[in-house]
């Protein structure tokens, strides 16, 4: 094997208070809750636009925010992302649940798509299509406005440590290489790869192939220009891949933390993408996108100080920052322990995303939009207090920052009451519409 060794000078081009991996939405979620609480602070992605699997990966389904029976269940920026995914094009989130929200448009009612795309027996639940481009401006706008710094086209290499803490990290970009000292890390990377590199307890996971893209029919377009209503030409996007589900589908597995396994992925995803163009091939029938990165639904995650599981559904936490139930249907909810963010040692990275302490159906519940933008608030306002209080991770005030969340509408306990003593709500159905 040729071995090629080099000695690098790297310059220290800035510091910040936190630095913030991943511009996905726990990375977004994290950045703009530390921005807001009055912190210096940089948002490295690797592509030139954010949202992540929300938008380059084409999940463009914002799943719901409440329990299944018409309570609200997640709020704070998760919500605020929900309003911001839809303010600049089309959705079908229920009129009901726009009130509750506080968000107002002009947008034509149309019931009829609320509940083709809301197939949760008589129940509209809290959740909408949205049009990727537009979240991702609407994304860029927010961060904008928080003084969130926002460096694209710019990987994360590795991380300068102190001792159990990270005290910078190495990017590179069309500058070259270049150093950021940083106070706190929010690893976002959807890969658990600061974590990871710093030192972290960590596990790996393999992958189905999975490949989401919009296209478009003629009769669509009819059906959008007859209901007035752009929505309806992109009733849902187009899937391909493994389905878990029906076991049906290329069953092959990949793993994401290496970069063979990787390019397999997505030119296995690329293949089933041309061999369903090719068999669709009519003049009646366009795809007009396609993933611009792999969709890994997971690859790495941290254990944390507590790994969440199936056995959890229903307790309660004294340490949680945030509720969710299922987005699968009505199902368990689930409360989310500020331990399962963090590492035993590591002092002074939190992770946000798919990739928090949590295995089996429990980390079905956790890897989505909502709860990735929750766990990326949770995150943000824990590395805020860290730095202010002078505090690793481990020893900040879980119940100020509890107190924090609550304060911009998150949601810390519910009502852990299981489905069969679940009263029915009488708003929050069709027959209200």
Not at 279 to 287: I, K, L, R
Not at 367 to 381: H, K, M, N, V
Request: with cysteine; glycine share 8%.
């Amino acid at each position: 094997m040729r071995i090629y060794e080099e000695k690098n000078v790297i310059e220290f081009a800035g510091n910040y208070d936190v630095i913030v991996v991943g511009g996905g939405m726990g990375g977004c979620a994290a950045a703009l809750a530390a921005a807001r609480e009055g912190l210096e602070t940089l948002l490295i992605e690797k592509a030139t636009v954010l949202g992540g699997l929300a938008t380059l990966g084409h999940v463009v389904l914002y799943e719901p925010l409440d329990d299944g029976y018409g309570n609200q269940i997640i709020g704070g920026i998760s919500a605020e992302f929900m309003a911001a995914s839809i303010k600049y094009s089309y959705d079908n989130l229920p009129r009901f649940w726009k009130e509750r929200l506080g968000i107002k448009d002009k947008k034509k009612d149309d019931p009829e798509t609320w509940e083709h795309l809301n197939p949760y027996d008589d129940i509209l639940r809290c959740q909408t299509f949205f049009n990727m481009p537009a979240f991702a401006l609407a994304l860029d706008e927010l961060m904008e406005e928080a003084g969130v710094e926002v460096m694209f086209d710019t990987v994360y290499c590795k991380n300068i440590m102190e001792g159990d803490a990270v005290e910078g990290i190495i990017v590179e970009n069309k500058s070259g290489r270049q150093a950021y000292g940083c106070k706190m890390v929010v690893d976002a990377s959807g890969d658990a790869d600061v974590a990871f590199r710093a030192g972290a307890q960590t596990q790996d996971f393999p992958n189905h192939i999975s490949y989401m893209s919009y296209d478009i029919t003629f009769d669509r377009m009819k059906d959008a220009i007859e209901h007035n209503n752009m929505m309806r030409a992109f009733p849902d996007w187009m899937m391909l891949g493994y389905n878990p589900v029906s076991q049906e589908g290329p069953a092959d597995t990949f793993y994401g933390t290496n970069v063979t396994d990787v390019n397999k992925f997505t030119k296995a995803a690329h293949k089933l993408a041309l061999d369903y163009l090719k068999a669709h091939q009519t003049p009646d029938y366009c795809q007009i996108s396609m993933c611009t990165q792999p969709n890994f639904r997971t690859t790495r995650r941290i254990d944390g100080i507590y790994t969440l599981s199936e056995k959890d559904y229903y307790q309660q936490f004294e340490d949680s920052v945030g509720v969710t139930g299922d987005w699968r249907g009505v199902g368990p909810l689930l409360e989310i322990p500020y331990r399962s963010l963090i590492d035993p040692k590591v002092t002074n990275v939190i992770t946000a995303g798919r990739i928090i302490g949590s295995t089996g159906d429990a980390w079905e519940l956790t890897r989505c939009i909502p709860q990735a933008a929750l766990t990326g608030e949770s995150a943000g306002r824990a590395a805020a207090l860290a730095v202010k209080n002078k505090k690793t991770l481990q020893e900040i005030n879980v119940y100020e920052l509890q107190q924090k969340i609550e304060k911009n509408g998150g949601f810390i306990h519910c009502e852990m009451r299981k489905k069969e003593n679940y009263k029915m709500k009488e708003f929050g159905t069709t027959d209200n519409y």
